[in-house]
């Protein structure tokens, strides 16, 4: 099956700073989605993203599908951006979706 | 259009018992998928039922069963539970067609503790 890798596993970012998330996967997807974990657990939606580029205010996101990566930027990151950071891929709609380990970050005041 | 809604979001239970949860996807959304998470971990994929079928299954023993009705709603249900077993158990919602616009939503989870 396809295997999914995020970098780093931690971060810790004093507030202000900018940020870069990766997410690898080992072979084509039709399908791309990055959440972010709440301490409360709940995951919310980020990013609908199998190809090219998307901003939503200071979150942006490039997927370059023939490279097999994504990218998460996170600029003048605030505390309320601590939590884990997923992406999740899926090919056809007879497989599973499947998830990144994802990267907890931690923004200090 | 409202979210999806998982009930109850807090349970506890004690071992050898058994336990059902349950999701409502979003209007519209035919597939419901449900994962687990323990602490520490990933989200760890249980099974996916698409119009009624279970379409997909993750590497669960047999005392993970689920399935869905007619509605689109989707009960899970663990039996003799384990101390193991205490985690947060997430349900998605999707309309399950084309993966290239099936985007899922989650969910805020039900929290299980195992006594």
């Known amino acids: 099956g396809i295997q999914v890798e995020q970098s780093p596993p931690d971060l810790i970012l004093q507030e202000g700073a900018n940020s870069t998330l990766r997410c690898n996967f080992s072979?084509?997807?039709?399908?791309l989605q990055w959440f972010h974990q709440n301490p409360w657990g709940q995951l919310i939606n980020l990013f609908y993203?199998?190809?090219g580029t998307k901003q939503n205010g200071r979150l942006s996101a490039t997927t370059v599908a023939t490279e097999r990566y994504s990218l998460l930027y996170i600029s003048s990151s605030q505390t309320t951006d601590s939590g884990v950071y997923f992406c999740?891929?899926?090919?056809?709609?007879?497989?599973?979706?499947?998830f990144g380990p994802g990267t907890s970050l931690s923004v200090i005041p | 259009k409202a979210g999806v809604t998982q009930t109850p979001r807090y349970l506890i239970k004690t071992r050898g018992q058994q336990v059902t949860l349950s999701c409502s996807p979003i209007?519209?959304?035919?597939?419901v998928s449900w994962y687990q998470q323990t602490p520490g971990q990933g989200l760890q994929f249980l099974f996916e039922?698409?119009?009624?079928?279970?379409?997909n299954k993750g590497n669960f023993p047999g005392r993970f069963s689920g399935r869905q009705f007619s509605n689109s709603r989707s009960e899970m249900n663990v039996s003799t539970l384990e101390l193991g077993d205490s985690a947060l158990y997430l349900c998605?919602?999707?309309?399950?067609?084309?993966?290239?616009?099936?985007?899922?939503?989650f969910g805020p989870g039900t929290r299980l503790t195992v006594l």
């Open positions: 998605a919602s999707s309309l399950g067609g084309d993966p290239r616009v099936n985007e899922q939503f």
């Open positions: 072979d084509s997807v039709n399908n």
């Open positions: 209007s519209g959304h035919r597939s």
């Open positions: 993203i199998p190809s």
């Open positions: 999740a891929v899926l090919k056809t709609s007879y497989d599973k979706v499947i």
């Open positions: 039922y698409f119009s009624e079928t279970q379409r």
